[in-house]
């Protein structure tokens, strides 16, 4: 589990490099990426769905992205896009098309729809809080 963290670890900063996130915040970028893959492991080990874990873990990502967003003074989006990328179903789209290749339709379907629920709470987590944050600044 540690070797995954790590792992998302340095993917998220690989990918923070190429998109062009200032060296200063890289670590940041980082451990935003590194404690999302943290939670959805963590939920995937306690039982839950995977569809929930990664809702979750968006929660945890998009939570700490808006934190050091104002606490660093930076757009959310530096963080927010890089430590994203581990929780992204992009497994799901390649067996999608991998069992549809080989016509086995119920597997395509079966990963097309749990694909779509991965992406559809990715984007509700982070609306959910994006909407939080919205409120308490207005305030």
Do not use: C
């Not at 939920?43 to 929930?52: D, H, T």
């Not at 929660?59 to 967003?69: D, I, R, T």
């Amino acid at each position: 589990m540690i070797k995954q963290v790590i792992g998302a670890f340095i993917a998220v900063i690989s990918i923070a490099v190429t998109f062009g996130v200032p060296k200063k915040f890289l670590i940041h970028a980082g451990t935003v990426g590194a404690v999302g893959w943290f939670v959805n492991l963590i939920l995937s080990f306690m039982g839950f769905p995977i569809v929930s874990s990664l809702f979750f873990a968006t929660l945890a990502v998009a939570l700490m992205s808006h934190s050091y967003a104002r606490i660093l003074k930076t757009p959310v989006t530096l963080f927010l896009i890089t430590g994203i990328l581990p929780l992204v179903p992009g497994v799901g789209m390649y067996q999608t098309v991998y069992y549809l290749i080989t016509n086995d339709e119920k597997l395509s379907r079966y990963y097309f729809n749990q694909t779509m629920q991965i992406a559809g709470m990715i984007a509700l987590a982070i609306f959910i809080v994006d909407t939080i944050f919205r409120i308490f600044q207005k305030k």
